[in-house]
């Protein structure tokens, strides 16, 4: 069974930065992508970026490009978001597409970041 | 950037009613479209990819149909777990430029 299992909360002060990892079980990251995903109190969904697992390849939303920089070893893929401010204070899920798609079938189960002086 | 525009903010509606949620996007995104369900405190849960594939074990009520820009998520008959928020989301360009609606919140009548 496939899972991806994410780092625990973190509290962080604004201009820090914040690293998260997502480690797989059930798959091996140098075969498939890794996305992404955050989500603020209450709010909508937003993509971040996105990082083949097999080359190194990244993209990044224009909202986060600068400030975002994913990483991944055959296990856990990482993304470390720099330059912190309150509203970056979100829930960070890493999640993998469907086949070679980016409709996300697996996530993780979520890593709440709160940015707070 | 793709902008997906979901109608209907929130809608209450009844167990065992159909509902159509609905889904537009700024451009052609083929059928590149994925539907979500997420619950309070959950990871969303993919419902609905390729605009009208089924996910693993997502039951027949759950339903898609569209492409191009104009999509809609069917439930036949809402059951009491199916109370939740409902996103969708375009994966069309490359590379990756990943965009969501706002989504649509199904409350109890």
């Known amino acids: 069974q496939v899972q991806l299992v994410q780092s625990a909360a973190e509290v962080k002060r604004p201009g820090a930065s914040v690293k998260v990892s997502c480690k797989a079980s059930g798959l091996t990251l140098s075969t498939t992508g890794i996305s992404w995903v955050r989500q603020a109190p209450g709010q909508g969904l937003e993509w971040m970026g996105w990082?083949?697992?097999?080359?190194?390849n990244t993209q990044s939303s224009q909202k986060v490009q600068g400030r975002l920089t994913l990483t991944t070893d055959p296990s856990t893929a990482y993304m470390e978001l720099r330059s912190l401010g309150s509203d970056d204070t979100a829930v960070y899920y890493c999640?993998?597409?469907?086949?070679?798609?980016?409709?996300?079938?697996?996530w993780g189960q979520g890593t709440m970041v709160i940015v707070s002086s | 950037e793709i902008v997906m525009t979901q109608s209907g903010g929130t809608l209450s509606v009844s167990p065992g009613e159909r509902v159509t949620l609905s889904c537009r996007a700024s451009q052609n995104i083929a059928g590149n479209l994925a539907w979500y369900q997420q619950k309070p405190g959950q990871a969303p849960s993919l419902l609905i990819y390729?605009?009208?594939t089924r996910a693993t074990g997502i039951p027949a009520r759950f339903s898609g149909s569209g492409s191009g820009t104009e999509f809609t998520l069917t439930i036949s008959s809402l059951q009491s777990e199916d109370f939740a928020v409902y996103y969708c989301?375009?994966?069309?360009?490359?590379?990756?430029?990943?965009?969501f609606g706002q989504g649509t919140r199904l409350d109890i009548k």
């Open positions: 989301q375009q994966y069309s360009l490359w590379p990756p430029s990943i965009t």
């Open positions: 990082i083949n697992g097999n080359n190194g």
């Open positions: 999640a993998k597409g469907v086949g070679s798609t980016d409709a996300f079938e697996i």
């Open positions: 390729g605009a009208s």
